[in-house]
């Protein structure tokens, strides 16, 4: 009977225990202010995961005792080296870092680290330090290399003091701390003012490959050199958000590049960059032109006709006429006993069937047998099937010349041997980010050239080559060749290389502009402003390359004229050649046959 006594009592002081430990407050009131401190900024912005960071050698550190309710914690040390964002699937995540002597202020370098692509989020420095103005500058300066911008120091005087110091960052122009009286009356703590950079530096990268440049205006009495409409996206950027804007004056090449803000002219970006990118709603795709199909000349036109073809209807047609016509005239004048005279040279020019066939009226003659006139009427006929054809044929062919067929997919294109030129900027993009081999496999004759290499090929419209470039150049080279009232470079439907690729601004990693630029590219897009931009940078094309309306040009739709039917008067000069050569021929038979007639007398 004893076992149940012990029983009772064991679980009286397990409860006594458990209730002792769920009501024991944090063993340092610090804590307690951290805790309050979380509590209070939670209403703000959710806290999803605390990331406590402290030296390995650091054994008197508070926070190692802290226990936030009902929050994930991620321990570590300056010995751990991870990144937050590969492993934990969190985005409102609190950097605790406890710095108990001075030298641990290096621990912001292992914190850059872990943080990664999440410098932006919110930081608190438990400094079990005093804090001077030495160490501050030194807070700054790694504060400034990293790109944090949202970072608390708490200052603890004493183990034994609730008395608690707060310093905010004040990231902008240059990073420095200010002392919060209440930091619970200060709503968000970690605030800070995304839309007036106050004046801060910005190093701005320009694009080594452009077109043409124009100059916009920039604040008062200034000009700043573009190339591109979007350029003007990113500076009025920095107009609004009070930024002071300074070209990079270093090396361009990738390999050696120093550091540098934002850069101008949105580029291809790939899966791994668009982290790192600001604006996503420019979507391009790739096509390949090629030259158009070349206009036919008039002679060929003509041989569409197939003369050849004609002719073998004809003749037969007409040596067959001509042949029952004279045996049908030679068996009537030998029944008939009436006298005749039957020339051999008559089937040979024989105007009723030349006029039969050509469809064209002729002269009846009422002596004219039943069956010679079913005869011409049968001629006739087919004179009007044949000539109505020919006329149809002829004048659809004249109405509107027709282009040999241009190249319309990718295996023409390889098998005309035709150069394809491509910028060493976008061949780079392809080998790099789609695949090695990508651009051999589909386009093996390629040929890099510099942009503006390329581009002035395109504006002088070579069609000695075809040439990769984006989908929405290509109206405006319309236009272009328009103003020129020439054709000579086409669009194919099936010579798309790719499509629905993000052009965007790259930013470096974890630049603090990079959501400040997204939300403002944001509002460009949906206020339309965008489209007014477009249409200014479509008039400096314009201006520069000349493109209105010339008169004199030769234009693509030509009426027909007398030089096209040279051929004609040839064809006319022959008719008559052999119509005199035939005249002279019975001439000189009519004198032959009135010389024997006056021999025979």
Same mark, same amino acid.
């Given at each position: 009977?004893?076992?149940?006594?012990?029983?009772?009592?064991?679980?009286?002081?397990?409860?006594?225990?458990?209730?002792?430990?769920?009501?024991?407050?944090?063993?340092?009131?610090?804590?307690?202010?951290? $805790?309050?401190?979380?509590?209070?900024?939670?209403?703000? @912005?959710?806290? $999803?995961?605390?990331?406590?960071?402290?030296?390995?050698?650091?054994?008197?550190?508070?926070?190692?005792?802290?226990?936030?309710?009902?929050?994930?914690?991620?321990?570590? +040390?300056?010995?751990? =080296?991870?990144?937050?964002?590969?492993?934990?699937?969190?985005?409102?995540?609190?950097?605790?870092?406890?710095?108990?002597?001075?030298?641990?202020?290096?621990?912001?370098?292992?914190?850059?680290?872990?943080?990664?692509?999440?410098?932006?989020?919110?930081?608190?420095?438990?400094?079990?330090?005093?804090? =001077?103005?030495?160490?501050?500058?030194?807070?700054?300066?790694?504060?400034?290399?990293?790109q944090f911008d949202r970072i608390l120091i708490l200052e603890t005087v004493s183990s034994g003091n609730a008395s608690v110091k707060t310093y905010r960052l004040k990231p902008y122009p240059k990073p420095s701390f200010a002392l919060v009286d209440d930091a619970f009356k200060q709503g968000d703590t970690f605030q800070v003012e995304r839309v007036n950079?106050?004046?801060?530096?910005?190093?701005?990268?320009?694009?080594?490959?452009?077109?043409?440049?124009?100059?916009?205006?920039?604040?008062?009495?200034?000009?700043? +050199?573009?190339?591109?409409?979007?350029?003007?996206?990113?500076?009025?950027?920095?107009?609004?958000?009070?930024?002071?804007?300074?070209?990079?004056?270093?090396?361009t090449h990738d390999h050696a590049m120093g550091h540098f803000d934002l850069q101008l002219s949105p580029r291809l970006v790939s899966i791994r960059d668009i982290e790192e990118s600001a604006n996503p709603f420019k979507i391009v795709s790739l096509i390949v032109l090629v030259p158009c199909g070349q206009e036919r000349p008039i002679q060929d036109v003509?041989?569409?006709?197939?003369?050849?073809?004609?002719?073998?209807?004809?003749?037969?047609?007409?040596? +067959?006429?001509?042949?029952?016509?004279?045996?049908?005239?030679? +068996?009537?004048?030998?029944?008939?006993?009436?006298?005749?005279?039957?020339?051999?040279?008559?089937?040979?020019?024989?105007?009723?069937?030349?006029?039969?066939?050509?469809?064209?009226?002729?002269?009846?003659?009422?002596?004219?047998?039943?069956?010679?006139?079913?005869?011409?009427?049968?001629?006739?006929?087919?004179?009007?099937?044949?000539?109505?054809?020919?006329?149809?044929?002829?004048?659809?062919?004249?109405?509107?010349? =027709?282009?040999?067929?241009?190249?319309?997919?990718?295996?023409?294109?390889?098998?005309?041997?035709?150069?394809?030129?491509?910028?060493?900027?976008?061949?780079?993009?392809?080998?790099?980010?789609?695949?090695?081999?990508?651009?051999?496999?589909?386009?093996?004759?390629?040929?890099?050239?510099?942009?503006?290499?390329?581009? $002035?090929?395109?504006?002088?419209?070579?069609?000695?080559?075809?040439?990769? @470039?984006?989908?929405?150049?290509?109206?405006?080279?319309?236009?272009?060749?328009? $103003?020129?009232?020439?054709?000579?470079?086409?669009?194919?439907?099936?010579?798309?290389?790719?499509?629905?690729?993000?052009?965007?601004?790259?930013?470096?990693?974890?630049?603090?502009?990079k959501w400040p630029l997204r939300k403002f590219v944001h509002w460009i897009y949906e206020s339309g402003i965008n489209l007014h931009w477009n249409k200014e940078m479509s008039h400096q094309i314009r201006m520069v390359f000349n493109m209105t309306a010339q008169s004199g040009v030769k234009q693509e739709a030509v009426p027909l004229s007398i030089e096209?039917?040279?051929?004609?008067?040839?064809?006319?000069?022959?008719?008559?050649?052999?119509?005199?050569?035939?005249?002279?021929?019975?001439?000189?038979?009519?004198?032959?046959?009135?010389?024997?007639?006056?021999?025979?007398?």
């Amino acid at each position: 009977r004893h076992y149940p006594v012990m029983h009772y009592i064991t679980t009286a002081l397990l409860i006594l225990l458990l209730n002792s430990s769920l009501s024991q407050e944090q063993p340092h009131p610090q804590l307690g202010f951290l $805790s309050q401190l979380l509590k209070v900024n939670k209403k703000y @912005i959710d806290v $999803s995961t605390v990331y406590l960071l402290h030296h390995h050698r650091a054994n008197d550190c508070l926070i190692e005792d802290w226990k936030p309710l009902d929050m994930p914690i991620v321990r570590s +040390t300056d010995l751990s =080296t991870f990144e937050i964002k590969e492993n934990f699937n969190n985005f409102y995540i609190m950097a605790v870092v406890c710095i108990s002597q001075y030298s641990d202020v290096e621990l912001l370098n292992n914190l850059a680290s872990a943080f990664n692509h999440l410098r932006q989020e919110r930081i608190i420095l438990w400094m079990q330090v005093k804090v =001077t103005k030495k160490l501050m500058q030194e807070i700054c300066t790694i504060v400034e290399k990293h790109q944090f911008d949202r970072i608390l120091i708490l200052e603890t005087v004493s183990s034994g003091n609730a008395s608690v110091k707060t310093y905010r960052l004040k990231p902008y122009p240059k990073p420095s701390f200010a002392l919060v009286d209440d930091a619970f009356k200060q709503g968000d703590t970690f605030q800070v003012e995304r839309v007036n950079f106050h004046g801060k530096e910005a190093i701005v990268l320009q694009s080594k490959d452009f077109v043409l440049q124009y100059n916009i205006s920039y604040g008062p009495k200034r000009n700043f +050199t573009i190339n591109t409409d979007e350029d003007r996206q990113l500076v009025e950027f920095l107009l609004r958000r009070n930024l002071t804007l300074k070209l990079y004056q270093g090396n361009t090449h990738d390999h050696a590049m120093g550091h540098f803000d934002l850069q101008l002219s949105p580029r291809l970006v790939s899966i791994r960059d668009i982290e790192e990118s600001a604006n996503p709603f420019k979507i391009v795709s790739l096509i390949v032109l090629v030259p158009c199909g070349q206009e036919r000349p008039i002679q060929d036109v003509f041989k569409q006709l197939q003369f050849d073809d004609w002719l073998l209807y004809i003749v037969p047609v007409y040596a +067959t006429f001509v042949t029952v016509e004279w045996l049908m005239h030679y +068996t009537i004048y030998r029944v008939t006993g009436r006298a005749h005279r039957l020339n051999f040279l008559n089937p040979l020019v024989n105007l009723r069937a030349f006029a039969a066939i050509l469809g064209m009226s002729f002269p009846l003659c009422r002596r004219w047998s039943f069956s010679l006139q079913q005869l011409f009427l049968v001629l006739s006929i087919f004179g009007f099937v044949f000539s109505n054809f020919f006329a149809c044929k002829l004048s659809a062919l004249l109405t509107k010349h =027709t282009r040999y067929a241009q190249i319309q997919n990718f295996e023409q294109l390889r098998l005309s041997g035709l150069p394809v030129m491509i910028h060493r900027g976008l061949k780079n993009y392809l080998k790099r980010d789609i695949d090695r081999h990508f651009l051999k496999a589909i386009l093996p004759n390629t040929v890099s050239l510099d942009v503006r290499e390329q581009y $002035s090929l395109l504006l002088s419209l070579n069609d000695s080559f075809a040439y990769i @470039i984006f989908k929405d150049f290509a109206p405006m080279l319309d236009k272009y060749q328009k $103003s020129l009232g020439r054709k000579v470079l086409c669009e194919a439907r099936n010579l798309t290389v790719l499509s629905n690729l993000p052009q965007m601004f790259f930013l470096p990693p974890n630049s603090v502009y990079k959501w400040p630029l997204r939300k403002f590219v944001h509002w460009i897009y949906e206020s339309g402003i965008n489209l007014h931009w477009n249409k200014e940078m479509s008039h400096q094309i314009r201006m520069v390359f000349n493109m209105t309306a010339q008169s004199g040009v030769k234009q693509e739709a030509v009426p027909l004229s007398i030089e096209h039917f040279n051929w004609l008067w040839l064809l006319l000069f022959f008719g008559y050649g052999i119509a005199l050569t035939v005249f002279l021929i019975e001439l000189l038979l009519g004198f032959v046959r009135n010389w024997k007639e006056k021999q025979t007398l």
